[in-house]
């Protein structure tokens, strides 16, 4: 059975960075599309970025220009790279994979439990 785990949120400065880490264990970890998303309280859980098997990337607009996601088949882990948070980087932060590189959320199938990223001023 295919299971996600990210880890790497802490609380972070504005303007600082922080990398979070995810891995997939269970199942082929290069036949996986993997998605970061991310929820803030009451708001939607909104697409932050993708990468495929063969590192196609894709990027919310949130995350354009400031993160950067990466994959390491070796390790069957994917990495988000934030860099100039803001506070409204400030939510739970999801792996997901799936097998098709999507920005809707019900594209992925596997998910992970969530870790909090919290940006202070």
């Known amino acids: 059975q295919v299971q996600v785990g990210e880890s790497g949120g802490r609380l972070v400065q504005a303007g600082g960075s922080l990398r979070l880490s995810c891995v997939l264990s269970g199942g082929t970890f290069v036949s996986h599309v993997m998605g970061w998303f991310r929820q803030a309280p009451g708001k939607e859980r909104e697409f932050v970025a993708s990468i495929n098997w063969y590192d196609r990337t894709d990027y919310g607009d949130s995350a354009k220009g400031r993160f950067t996601i990466s994959r390491d088949n070796t390790k069957n882990t994917v990495y988000l790279q934030m860099n100039s948070l803001n506070l409204e980087d400030t939510a739970v932060y999801y792996c997901?994979?799936?097998?098709?590189?999507?920005?809707?959320?019900?594209?992925?199938?596997?998910w992970g439990q969530g870790t909090q990223v919290t940006v202070s001023s």
């Open positions: 997901a994979a799936g097998s098709i590189a999507a920005q809707r959320p019900t594209e992925y199938e596997h």
